[in-house]
């Protein structure tokens, strides 16, 4: 590393090249969401809604627990492939696997077997999920130790997870969800969402499998895991250590409010797009695709913001908006001062708002995740102990654990307005605009309140840049009085740029 010193800062090649593994994280944004998920169950599949909701949170509890064990294992994780491709390569078979599976619904179960088969298919692409997502975020620290060279850096991984979830989310929506003489069923043809399951897996396969073979000539360079013997008793002394940053205790705060408020969102999104909109599966593919942009205005955003207001301020900033726009259409119609649907301006309306509120969400996305990265130095400064993994799957933990939380409430809010479950077949789909104005009213200003609290607590995060400067001087001086060879460089640059797929000696 000490050849590293003076090395230029990634290239564009490996950011890429880094960034095009989150489109696989963009596929299950799509397969994975509340919105389908629970969309899919009660009304293609036709499952009660607290059955729906319990097995939709009961996955995400055991993800969300078993995801700190991940992170853990990574980084203690000893190869010639270093501590995260070898967790990468593995979780692509899997992760494809699940995906087919998920969205191809058995003929002919009774209702417990169906939720048995949907629960044992989340529990197993969630778990294959974390396997790739908690080693490959944990790389960004690493890759770029700059303050602000790593937000560029998680910039390019949330422009390709956007990438992957507005294509799957047309796809989904405008190809094999579309509803037209030929296709009368729509959303809900349960042959679309096979099709679509099939579509999402190889495109989650093909960028796990080129990003980790696109990053592995880095792994020589990587920080390797010391050898060393603890019992049990010293490794959770040591994880909670780790844990107690007050700075992440800061962001998972954040997320334990902000992730129930998002569940609640998810879980009722398709509902509120065909029923209170009025929209078809086309539409939402065109408002998506309207929209696309701001994921790529976000992304160019967050690194100059952060650089203008630092990453605190610039987080607080964004959420705040964010909160506002997401709720304006639904309070205005609310009010009666929308058109009705049907109107050409609805779709408008929807897509205007949409665009900014991604702007500003994706700008916030990009932030969090870069603040994330910098609790890994300063935990390391605290601890001794570099545990980029952990923190990566402790910072998912919460959000996890609360979107389930989230999406049960949601649920629980449709049984609350009385909306129907099922699709009779042959009958029109629609629902009693009063179900769907009450369900607007219980949910929307839930949300909100929820999620200015969410922010409320941000104003506890501790690192700045400053702060993140003395963390990686005092690393320096740490690791030059006990190994000089992994000194990270000087000026907070990253690496070199070898050969393209070169594998590890």
Known sequence: MSEAAAAPRLGLRTKIAYGLGSV??????????????????????????????TVIMVSLVIDAVLDPAIGRWSDTFRSRWGRRHPFMYFSAVPIALATVFLWRRPEGLPTEAMAAYVFVMLVVLRLAGGLYQIPSDALAPELAPDYHERTTLVAWRWFFFLFGLVVLTVLLNGVFLRRDAAHPLGQND??????????????????????????????????????????AAQSTREILRILSNPSLLAVMGCGLIGGVASGIQMSLQGFMGYYFWGLTPQVVAIITVVAAPAGLLGVVAAPILSRLLDKKMTMITVFLLSIFSGVIPVALRLLGLLPPNGSPLIPVILALDLFVTAVLAVTGFVIISSMIADVAE????????????????????????????????????????????????????????????????????????????????????????????????????????????????????????????????
């Open 24 to 53: 696989a994280q963009g596929v299950g944004g799509v397969a994975l969401s509340t919105t389908t998920i629970t969309y899919y169950l009660v009304r293609v599949v036709g499952l009660p809604f607290a059955l729906v909701g």
């Open 190 to 231: 349960p042959a679309g969402y096979a099709s679509f399951g099939i579509v999402a897996a190889i495109f989650a396969f093909a960028s796990i499998i080129v990003s980790a073979a696109a990053t592995q000539r880095y792994i020589p360079l990587l920080k390797q895991a010391p050898e060393r013997s603890q019992s």
């Open 378 to 505: 300063d935990a390391a400064v605290k601890t001794g102990v570099r545990a980029e993994g952990l923190l990566f799957a402790a910072n998912g933990l919460v959000p996890k654990i609360t979107a389930g939380v989230g999406g049960l409430v949601g649920t629980i809010l449709l049984a609350f307005v009385h909306f129907p479950a099922g699709v009779v077949q042959g009958a029109a789909d629609v629902v009693d605009p009063t179900v769907m104005r009450n369900l607007a009213l219980v949910s929307t200003p839930a949300g909100a309140v929820l999620n200015l609290i969410a922010v409320g607590l941000l104003m506890f995060y501790r690192i700045d840049r400053s702060a993140h400067e003395a963390n990686l001087e005092a690393l320096r001086l740490a690791a030059s009085a006990a190994e000089p060879s992994i000194l990270p460089p000087a000026d907070g640059s990253a690496f070199t740029e070898p050969g393209l797929f070169t594998p590890p000696p």
